[in-house]
């Protein structure tokens, strides 16, 4: 099962006219994506919501299935859009949620449940893809058995068995690929290089402590100032890793922020640490750059006591809310990912994630991404049609970049 889902590329398309969005292209699409939809309306509880843009509006309602009304509905909840923002929206260069985080949302948070439930809707009739609904992802192994999905790998197991977890999960859990010398040699170099970052400088974050400290938690570009981590980074182990997937996965380019380094203290009361379940795709383009692969290496191991991460197992293969789980609204299995001090864990860009708030020790983690090729215009057309073809055949089992953001707490009213 193929990571990269990409299906367009930057520049491809025109500017979104909201006229001819609303009353042609949008009809179009719901109209032949109809089946994508069906089994999942009901759960969603879709509310009236009036689009306003350029001074003009148009209403989406829930009937049998999805009317658009020229103007605005008694009723419906109005969102003002800037002609931008919406083409934003509809071109997957931005969500809901990427509008929240740029402050640009122009409603309240406590709205956003609904622009998300709609947003569902958007996706799977402009992406062909169908809204999850239970059941429709299942895991198997390459015999057709049901996939233990809490299969511990070694770097020694065969690349064919990972490769095959990591399209069916979306996530993979590889022990031992450093040593604890290697790791301990790494937290020595977190120790020695914090006097160098500062609070406020751009290439650090910082947080405020129970005890009202603040504490150093992320080191950007940390390559460039310890050599060990340098040296990881040109590692034969780590360049493996890109192997895995089978879609040419790369490093990034050394004048990106190749490499972090976190410090995942106790205690935090103000700042961004611990960003609650998200994809990494949630503030928008997972149709341009998914699936990039994230990659953990443990400093110094981690547990529910001290931190560790969580995956939604198959998340990447299904169209759900790119942020935020609520109660219900899937039922794909939620894995604990505990490490040793060299493990590594690796995960798609859109599969959903979380990173537990440490209760007993602070936790020690390097993360650098694995980036997919650029992709040419035809390429992308290629994928896109070979994507709903697969679709057309099996649309309620097919599949479906890293920002940092705090995530509003919403809830399903």
């Not at 789980?325 to 798609?348: C, F, K, R, S």
Request: proline residues 7%.
């Amino acid at each position: 099962m193929p990571i990269d889902v990409r299906t367009r590329v930057d520049g491809d398309a025109a500017p979104t006219d909201p006229s001819w969005f609303f009353e042609a292209g949008l009809p179009a699409a719901l109209e032949c994506t109809r089946q994508l939809r069906a089994r999942s309306l009901g759960r969603l509880r879709l509310k009236p919501l009036a689009l306003c843009c350029g001074g003009l509006a148009w209403t989406l309602e829930q009937e049998n299935d999805v009317r658009i009304r020229a103007g605005v509905s008694p009723g419906a909840l109005r969102w003002e859009l800037d002609p931008d923002a919406l083409d934003a929206l509809v071109s997957d260069q931005t969500t809901p949620i990427g509008l929240y985080a740029s402050g640009a949302l122009g409603l309240a948070t406590s709205e956003l449940p609904s622009l998300l439930d709609w947003w569902l809707v958007l996706r799977s009739a402009l992406d062909k893809q169908p809204i999850y609904t239970p059941g429709a992802v299942t895991f198997v192994d390459r015999d057709g058995k049901p996939l233990d999905l809490h299969r511990t790998f070694l770097p020694s197991d065969d690349l064919t068995e990972m490769r095959h977890f990591l399209g069916e999960a979306g996530f993979l859990h590889i022990a031992g690929l450093f040593t604890a010398d290697e790791m301990a040699q790494i937290s020595v170099e977190m120790d020695r290089n914090q006097p160098s970052y500062s609070d406020g400088d751009k290439q650090s974050w910082c947080v405020t402590t129970a005890d009202r400290q603040r504490r150093l938690v992320r080191m950007q570009h940390f390559d460039t100032r310890s050599p060990p981590t340098a040296a990881l980074l040109a590692d034969e182990r780590l360049a493996w890793l890109a192997t895995l997937s089978g879609d040419g996965h790369q490093q990034a380019a050394e004048s990106n922020n190749r490499i972090e380094a976190l410090i995942k203290p106790l205690g935090v009361v103000e700042g961004i640490s611990d960003v609650p379940w998200h994809k990494d795709c949630s503030l928008g383009r997972c149709s341009y750059e998914c699936s990039s692969l994230t990659v953990g290496i443990s400093v110094t191991g981690a547990d529910q006591a001290s931190g560790q991460l969580r995956v939604v197992a198959g998340s990447h293969r299904a169209l759900l809310w790119p942020a935020r789980l609520v109660p219900g609204h899937h039922d794909l299995p939620e894995i604990d990912l505990p490490t040793d001090a060299g493990d590594i864990t690796l995960h798609a860009s859109c599969t959903l994630h979380m990173a537990e708030p440490p209760l007993e020790r602070e936790r020690r983690v390097l993360y650098t991404s694995l980036r997919l090729p650029d992709r040419a215009p035809e390429a992308a057309a290629a994928a896109r049609n070979r994507l709903r073809a697969v679709r057309e055949r099996a649309p309620l089992t097919v599949s479906q970049p890293p920002s940092r953001v705090t995530l509003p707490r919403i809830r399903r009213a």
